[in-house]
């Protein structure tokens, strides 16, 4: 029996969160689901794999990754929550608690599913339930941002639905049923109709690409970005962005067992390092330091697309990316979150003096900017490191050089950004800001910083077999 506590948990809870009359004990409930959540999580992942089962609902080693994943993320995210609702008291926080919960049960849902129509299904539910949460703030530009974020994540999922449909249609001209359950496909994959199945890969990349955030589909990343709050561009660019990706990782490893591997991994890295390319044009010069990190999140995944381009041998290093990724985003936007409440701005037109307006909050913020930009000794030097490994030892000189050369341009547009913010006298207004660092509010991107540098440093065992076992289950013929 496949145990679904995960997925009903955070959904069941919600309901509570959301007709819970307090306003204080609503942050509670949804830090105590989390903490709940991650124990049942480790539990799970504690126990051997169970045996592989057709069905839409299991959790294989690719989903154990991303469970874990989403479920640590969410816990720092939502004791973060605590800390930083006690300075919005102006705001209500019902459908914000209730939302972030509903967003976890998707999110988990997402790891369990094992059919593209429910992962589908699964994914449009975590748009829906976290673009409540872009409004947050309620203002022009944050209704804009939301109504941007819905239209065009929706549109992109349309276009993956219709990818999906072809996939369905591309397994019953094959001789067989128009099933999309992941082991029909990859058992019955070499009689796939091929022009269908490549006509379904592009529609489900440019659909779930759309989700990632991959250039040209990134243009609703920098507003709903820009204007959701710190701990909300968290879960979207350390949470759904890591789904979205294994359902492109899933995607990848259908076509390749039909003997479309080529097709798969040329359009891969021909997105991945286009979108690597277009962030580090767009970083240098930015004002504002939250729309820096959408950029940053195209940049990254870009990364993450071009390295499931490079074939089986990068599986291992693109799932590191990922775990990486998620957790030093999830560092960062908290981060910067502090600071974006000290100083009621988030352009450094006003943000200057952080490191000495918040020591703590800033010191994490410059060392997330370090982390997150690939610099030793943090965990995504090591997963870069071994990208770039791979992307060598197949003979691609030129566009190794691509990838360092663009991974430079993100620095270099990042930094300047950062230091701007970082260094100088705060102004008055900032002085003046009753804001300041709290343990609910430094604690979780300290953690999640200290996890990136542990990583970095040294790899878990058991970390390292969730990683390995995940990558091993998507290549082709597993």
């Known amino acids: 029996m496949v ?21 204080r004990w609503r942050p509670r409930l949804l ?74 049960g998707t999110m988990s849902l997402v790891a369990y599913s094992q059919h593209f129509g429910l992962l589908w299904v699964s994914m449009e539910a975590t748009t829906l339930a976290t673009a409540p949460l872009i409004y947050f703030n309620r203002t022009p530009r944050s209704i804009e941002a939301t109504w941007k974020y819905l239209m065009l994540s929706s549109v992109g999922l349309a276009m993956a639905l219709f990818g999906s449909f072809f996939l369905g249609y591309a397994a019953l001209l094959g001789g067989g049923e128009a099933s999309l359950l992941f082991s029909d496909l990859l058992v019955g994959a070499e009689a796939l109709s091929k022009p269908w199945l490549r006509a379904g890969f592009a529609l489900l990349l440019v659909g779930y690409g759309t989700k990632l955030g991959l250039a040209p589909m990134h243009t609703w990343k920098p507003d709903a970005y820009g204007e959701a709050p710190g701990v909300v561009g968290a879960v979207l660019a350390g949470g759904l962005t890591s789904c979205a990706f294994l359902a492109l990782a899933r995607l990848t490893q259908v076509a390749g067992a039909a003997g479309e591997g080529d097709y798969a991994n040329r359009l891969l890295v021909l997105i991945g390092i286009g979108s690597m390319g277009v962030a580090g044009a767009l970083l240098l010069g930015q004002r504002d330091l939250k729309r820096m990190l959408a950029y940053s999140s195209v940049e990254q995944m870009g990364i993450l697309a071009l390295a499931a381009g490079l074939g089986a041998g990068a599986g291992f290093a693109a799932m590191l990316h990922m775990v990486n990724n998620a957790l030093a985003k999830g560092a960062l936007f908290l981060a910067v979150g502090n600071v974006h409440r000290a100083f009621g ?15 703590v909050s800033g010191t994490l913020f410059l060392l997330a900017f370090f982390a997150v930009t690939g610099s030793p000794p943090f965990g995504l030097f090591a997963s870069e490191l071994l990208i770039l490994k791979e992307i060598f030892a197949g003979g691609r000189y030129v566009l190794g050089g691509f990838f360092l050369a663009f991974l430079f341009l993100a620095f270099a547009g990042m930094g300047s950004t950062t230091l701007t913010a970082l260094q100088g006298r705060p102004p008055r207004s900032a002085r003046d800001s009753n804001y300041r660092d709290r343990f609910a509010t430094v604690a979780p991107p300290l953690l999640l910083l200290g996890i990136v540098l542990l990583f970095g440093l040294w790899l878990p065992d058991p970390i390292r077999a969730l990683v390995s076992d995940a990558a091993a289950a998507l290549e082709v013929g597993r």
């Open 3 to 23: 145990s679904l506590s995960p997925i009903l948990l955070p959904l069941v809870m919600a309901v509570v969160v959301f007709f819970t009359p307090s306003k």
């Open 345 to 359: 701005s988030k352009t450094i037109d006003t943000v200057r003096g952080a490191l000495t307006r918040l020591p």
């Open 31 to 104: 830090a105590a689901t989390a903490v709940a959540h991650f124990a049942l999580t480790v539990a799970l992942l504690s126990q051997p794999a169970g045996p592989v089962t057709s069905g839409w609902l299991r959790l294989d080693a690719p989903g154990r990754l991303l469970l874990g994943l989403v479920s640590l993320l969410f816990l720092c995210c939502a004791v973060y929550s605590v800390g930083y609702l006690r300075y919005r008291v102006e705001r209500a926080n019902r459908r914000f608690c209730a939302c972030l919960l509903v967003a976890l």
